[in-house]
């Protein structure tokens, strides 16, 4: 899908064109764009071909991706973290240096103010289901906090939390706007530990207390 922020966003109406991944029957709060950005649901439109300017860093992830699944030499990437994360069964997808979690099937992602997420998380690790924590730095104010199991129906997340569609970079990816890095390192049982419904319990609890 091709999408920009709406007009008065960002103060301007011709912003940049994203790709996106084509948002399924689910309704989530925020999608991240081939190059990283981390987009607000609310906050975009879909756009029409040959309107706007292109974002470069999204076409060149996708054209990595059509140069991998085409079966180019070096397709499948060779850097540290893909083969450890396809060897604990982690839905995750390698090309050249971008290493992507599909949040397609079971998956998920919760971007959680920073302050909120370090107190989530203490919460999470208390009740033996400790998560693994992203910093995007596309999203500077916020945490993402991988899941393993969806809940099955959209959550009323409180304002600022936002669920993430599509895929998101797992470390060692280098984007345009800097490294993906472990805020709290993933285990092989990280995405079996921790749930949806558990990260919203917790959140719930630090929102209570």
């Given at each position: 899908m091709?999408?920009?922020?709406?007009?008065?966003?960002?103060?301007?109406?011709a912003g940049t064109v994203h790709l996106v991944p084509v948002l399924g029957e689910r309704e989530v709060s925020a999608v991240i764009a081939l190059c990283g950005d981390l987009l607000c649901s609310e906050e975009i439109e879909?756009?029409?071909?040959?309107?706007g300017v292109?974002?470069?860093?999204?076409?060149?992830?996708?054209?990595i991706a059509m140069d991998s699944s085409a079966g180019c030499d070096g397709g499948d990437a060779e850097i540290a973290g893909g083969p450890l994360y396809s060897?604990?069964?982690?839905?995750?997808?390698?090309?050249?240096?971008?290493?992507?979690?599909?949040?397609?099937?079971?998956?998920?992602?919760i971007a959680i103010p920073i302050p909120l997420s370090v107190e989530v998380t203490q919460v999470l690790t208390?009740?033996?289901?400790?998560?693994?924590?992203?910093?995007h730095p596309y999203a500077p104010e916020h945490h993402m906090?991988?899941?393993?199991?969806?809940?099955g129906a959209a959550l009323p997340w409180p304002s600022g939390v936002?669920?993430?569609?599509?895929?998101?970079?797992?470390?060692?990816?280098?984007?345009?706007?800097g490294p993906i890095t472990w805020v709290q390192p993933p285990s092989k049982d990280s995405l079996r530990l921790s749930r949806e419904?558990?990260?919203?319990?917790?959140?719930?609890?630090?929102?209570?207390?």
């Open positions: 091709l999408v920009r922020y709406r007009a008065g966003v960002i103060g301007q109406t879909m756009v029409a071909h040959n309107m292109p974002c470069a860093p999204c076409l060149a992830s996708r054209a060897g604990w069964g982690w839905p995750v997808t390698q090309q050249r240096d971008l290493i992507q979690l599909s949040l397609d099937c079971d998956a998920s992602a208390a009740r033996h289901c400790a998560p693994a924590v992203l910093a906090v991988l899941t393993g199991e969806k809940f936002y669920e993430v569609s599509g895929s998101v970079m797992l470390p060692p990816t280098i984007t345009i706007g419904i558990d990260v919203f319990g917790a959140l719930r609890t630090v929102i209570r207390d």
